[in-house]
């Protein structure tokens, strides 16, 4: 087997100077009876030869959206990816490494967190990031219990305009705690401000809401900031990190959690992990921050170094009283992000938020001007919209289909009710000419 | 710092990428003036060349298995195949977008749906799902699962022991399900105390972690016996798949009496570590639970037609995540097992408890073997003899080790034995290298005897010295600000 260090040869030797002939006299600490016998009925071995060509034959076997007119979005999007990224990231001594303990022999990866804790810092407005979480949605899970920590009450109220997996997860997550999730039915496609203010009290942990929501809507945060604030309650916040090129940050409007889903920041869509979520939060909650954090310091000798800092959060030393239970995160993730971020600038971004959002208007006009079409809410939105079809929203995906675009998530999946409606999301990538082709098959 | 902040490389004006100009007309501003930011972000302006210098630069800041010997214990850090890599990279996979038609999809529903029916095979378990992002997330999601059970049962149990020798991840994951803890001590030879556990047994229990091999490096002989009594009392017993490396192939936690357990892809199925991650966590379970497993599942049709399923699973616990899973790094273990097949899988077990025992039987005497047993695939010494003898800690010779081009095992854990060093060399190491970490050991105590301070000091030959871990979480440093620039 080609992965072990040792020929067969080397290997009896080794067992010799043990003492024994046989690899199954290693094993003697295990029962008999609970030994397996036989081989496992696995595949057959392949050599790297054959595996090449067996999963390229698999391979041809996906119809990827990266090859196609794709206006799929629903928290994961086809953005640009730059090519430094994929090169750097495929370096060994980013790749093979471990998570960073040993600051001594760890400090590429070390220094290269911290700088992406202060863009993402920066991005959100936040004060501070942590060094990532599982992914967008778990992130929400975690916020909350975060939340409830550092206010020490249980009440969760939730807009139903978040992303109804990040809803499902957080309700999975607080299913066995002494948290209680409120879930706020929307209103006009945006949070329910009424209902929301009539559920605010001072057991209120936290308010979450996502914008742009999950039907495009930007939300009006500065009043559920001003809302929750006023009873005491943190502002828990999801976003997409693209929209912050263009949209007020949290930080502006003094969210006090920020999470999201960071694949729009260099990560390919790989349908949809691995994932990078992100947290960003107030200074002063530091101490209640689930996972990894890098701090900068200095080494014995008075030269500044990096290493994981308020580790007492976290369950290695902590166990059942840590902040949260993750261990590995997303690491090589956060790499991307970073370079992402380094590579495009403020400036880039802000280029690529507006090109979103100026397309995206511009297909939803066009669409718009066919008979039985129409965008559903009036809210204004950012690169995603809800269209709604005077047929049934799979009968429009397989006409357009036919000109190579896949034309949207049909809201189905989620509501079985918006049968009529497609999610439709458009990035910098789309041109001009896929947004009139797009346009032409649907008034087909 | 051998490299300055990228922030400190920032030229205003300087971009490395550019996006092309508006190809639609815009008749005036898109959005409200009063939803838009007002003060940018902060980010550095570079030249593509500055980014590509400044992460080769860091690159070399870090060991890595690519580079250094690696023998963290319970970490599993073995070689990483590049053809994984290269496979998992296709555009193919890269490409797809979660949403995606199932027809859309087939090429990787069909290596994901086989990866699952081989974790079956491995486990002994008849129900798998891939979703958990990595090995504590693996964890929670059965914990949860033990919960919805007795939920359904209309019982409600609040323990979930954990031995003293566990991983941190164990009681937290229990936690947060909203499980009380209780600890069940590991007897003289560093198994589980049976006596101890039968005296924590009572209808409030909802089940047990267990990892096993143990973080000693042990296998629990008597987690049949185990198995037996938690079932007696109706609890369940999960498994912390954290050293199945030790034991594929050999031994199946699913013949033990095992409920549930996970696999960490990024130790046993040879994904990268990446730094801390990504990885996934995979669980298999027993049949009982398997209506209680997350969704969505991968299911194949009868036409050999592969789905991706949310609903008619009422029972299940739904999501911890969004999405499918990591699906990058599950190619990635699919390609791995591919590789290797049946033998290949036992003769991974076999190499790694031989090249394990070989060098524990290499090191100096001069540290301490706490435990007895034969060990599997990883051991673990105590470095308390030099501690008493030459005011030599574990951390002195793991910062030593550093100087000499090797990564540091784990060290302080587990937590049962004082000065801990916990060494897992894995299966892809060679002779020569397990021969020349014992000569260094042996080296080092040397050292200890000669010139202690020497250790103390260590390292000398990284960029930097020993980290101030104390005045990092005393003066919390977390972000640049930009204050410092000159």
Request: aromatic share 6%; proline share 6%.
């Amino acid at each position: 087997m080609a992965y072990l260090g040792n020929p067969p040869d080397t290997q009896k030797d080794m067992l010799a100077e043990l003492g024994l002939t046989r690899h199954s006299e290693l094993f003697r600490s295990i029962p008999e009876s609970l030994r397996f016998k036989g081989d496992l009925n696995l595949p057959p071995a392949e050599t790297e030869m054959d595996l090449v060509r067996h999963v390229r034959t698999l391979a041809k076997r996906n119809r990827p959206a990266g090859d196609t007119v794709s206006f799929l979005g629903g928290g994961v999007y086809d953005h640009f990816i730059p090519s430094a990224i994929d090169a750097l990231t495929s370096r060994g001594e980013f790749l093979t490494c471990y998570t960073p303990y040993q600051a001594e022999a760890s400090q590429g990866t070390l220094q290269i967190l911290w700088e992406y804790q202060t863009m993402i810092a920066e991005l959100t407005g936040m004060e501070l990031a942590n060094a990532s979480l599982y992914d967008g949605a778990s992130a929400v899970a975690e916020a909350a219990m975060m939340a409830a920590a550092v206010t020490r009450r249980r009440k969760v109220i939730v807009s139903q305009t978040l992303h109804p997996e990040s809803l499902a997860c957080l309700k999975t997550y607080l299913i066995n705690t002494d948290l209680e999730p409120v879930t706020v039915p929307w209103k006009n496609g945006a949070a329910d401000m009424e209902t929301i203010a009539g559920l605010l009290d001072d057991e209120t942990a936290c308010v979450i809401a996502q914008t742009p929501n999950f039907f495009g809507v930007i939300e009006p945060m500065e009043k559920l900031s001003e809302m929750a604030h006023a009873i005491g309650a943190l502002l828990v916040v999801s976003v997409d990190p693209i929209s912050l090129g263009l949209l007020a940050s949290p930080g502006e409007y003094e969210a006090d959690i920020v999470v999201g889903e960071g694949q729009s920041l260099g990560l390919p869509m790989n349908m949809g992990g691995p994932s990078l979520g992100f947290l960003a939060t107030r200074k002063k909650f530091a101490r209640q921050i689930p996972g990894r954090l890098v701090g900068r310091t200095v080494d014995h000798h008075g030269k500044a170094c990096f290493c994981l800092t308020l580790q007492t959060r976290e369950q290695h030393i902590r166990r059942e009283k840590a902040t949260s239970n993750i261990c590995t995160n997303e690491g090589l993730m956060t790499v991307r992000a970073m370079l992402y971020l380094s590579l495009v600038g403020a400036a880039g971004l802000k280029e690529v938020a507006r090109l979103c959002a100026a397309k995206a208007h511009y297909l939803a006009e066009g669409l718009s001007q066919i008979k039985g079409f129409g965008v559903r809410y009036a809210a204004p939105f950012f690169k995603e919209f809800v269209l709604e079809c005077d047929q049934d929203a799979d009968r429009v995906l397989a006409r357009v289909a036919k000109h190579g675009i896949l034309g949207g998530v049909p809201m189905a999946r989620f509501y079985p009710q918006m049968s009529n409606r497609l999610l439709v999301a458009v990035t910098e990538k789309r041109t001009r000419a896929e947004l009139d082709a797009f346009i032409a098959a649907v008034s087909q | 710092m051998p490299e300055p902040l990228i922030f400190d490389k920032s030229q205003p004006g300087q971009r490395a990428v550019e996006f092309p100009p508006s190809d639609v007309p815009n008749a005036g501003p898109v959005l409200p003036e009063n939803l838009l930011r007002r003060k940018p972000p902060r980010l550095p302006e570079v030249a593509e060349r500055s980014v590509v210098r400044h992460l080769t630069i860091l690159s070399r800041e870090n060991f890595s298995v690519d580079t250094n010997f690696y023998p963290l214990g319970s970490c599993t850090m073995k070689y990483n195949p590049r053809v994984n890599e290269q496979l998992s990279g296709l555009p193919e996979f890269t490409g797809l977008h979660p949403y995606q038609f199932d027809e859309d999809c087939q090429g990787t529903l069909a290596i994901l749906w086989q990866l699952q029916e081989m974790l079956k095979e491995i486990t002994g378990l008849p129900g798998v799902s891939l979703q958990p992002a990595a090995g504590a997330h693996g964890e929670l999601t059965a914990m949860l699962m033990f919960a919805a059970w007795f939920r359904d049962r209309g019982e409600r149990r609040t323990t979930i022991l954990v031995p003293d020798s566990a991983h941190g991840t164990n009681p937290a994951s229990a936690a947060i399900a909203g499980f009380k803890i209780v600890q069940v001590r590991s007897n003289e030879h560093g198994l589980i105390d049976l006596d101890d556990l039968r005296s924590k047994l009572d209808a409030s229990v909802a089940g047990m972690m267990l990892t096993c091999p143990n973080t000693l490096g042990l296998f629990e002989t008597d987690v049949g016996e185990v198995a037996k009594l938690l079932h007696g009392v109706g609890a369940k017993l999960y498994i912390d798949g954290a050293n199945l490396n030790a034991i594929l192939g050999v031994t199946r936690p699913g013949d033990w009496g095992a409920d549930a357990l996970h696999i960490n892809t990024h130790k046993t199925l040879s994904t990268p570590h990446g730094g801390g991650g990504p990885g996934a966590g995979p669980i298999a379970v027993a049949a009982d639970l398997v209506p209680f497993l997350p969704v969505p599942r991968i299911e194949r049709g009868e036409t050999g037609v592969f789905h991706l399923v949310d609903t008619g699973h009422p029972k299940s616990i739904g999501r911890v995540r969004a999405f499918l899973g990591q699906t990058g790094v599950l190619l990635r273990a699919y390609c791995y097992l591919r590789r290797l097949g049946a033998r290949g899988v036992r003769e991974t077990a076999e190499n790694a408890v031989l090249n394990a025992r070989y060098l524990q039987s290499r090191c100096p005497k001069d540290f301490a073997t706490p435990y007895a047993g034969d060990c599997m695939h990883e051991f673990v010494l105590s470095g308390t003899p030099l501690k008493k003898a030459f005011g030599v800690r574990t951390l002195d010779v793991a910062k030593r080790l550093i100087d000499r081009g090797i990564h540091p095992p784990t060290v302080y854990f587990p937590l049962i034995v004082d000065e801990a060093m916990m060494i897992e060399p894995t299966e892809t190491e060679r002779r020569r290298t397990l021969d020349w970490f014992a000569d260094v050991l042996a080296e080092i105590v040397a050292e200890a005897k000669a010139d202690a301070d020497q250790l103390h000091d260590a390292p000398h030959t990284t960029s930097i010295s020993r980290a101030d871990e104390v005045r990092a979480a005393r003066d919390l440093d977390l972000r640049y600000t930009w204050d410092e620039a000159k």
